[in-house]
């Protein structure tokens, strides 16, 4: 007996966000949990894209760099310079 076919609008679609969709959700990722499909769509685009991987990376840095910084304080050279080389090196 052969398997019926899918109704073709049961058929699982593989879609890949293009990167100005992907480095949204990554963003806004930092702020609120991301919905089930969101998640998925961004997984399946980090899997093939190496920039946004690199972008996610760099914003992990950034987020643990201003952890430990006060929300009054302001940066001194020093510490800007950090952060550049750290986004650099990512």
């Known amino acids: 007996m052969r398997r019926k076919e899918l109704a073709p609008r049961l058929r699982p679609t593989l879609k890949i966000i293009p990167c ?10 930092q702020d609120t949990m991301l919905n089930t499909h969101e998640a998925w769509d961004l ?7 190496k920039f946004c991987r690199r972008f996610l990376e760099q914003t992990r840095r950034l ?24 986004l650099n090196s990512a």
């Not at 100005?20 to 990722?29: D, G, N, P, V």
């Not at 997984?43 to 894209?49: A, D, R």
């Not at 643990?64 to 080389?85: C, H, P, V, Y």
């Open 20 to 29: 100005t969709e992907a480095t949204f959700l990554i963003s806004k990722r």
């Open 43 to 49: 997984i399946v685009h980090l899997f093939v894209c």
């Open 63 to 86: 987020v643990r760099e201003f952890g430990r910084i006060q929300a009054n304080e302001s940066l001194s050279s020093d510490e800007k310079r950090k952060i550049q080389e750290i």
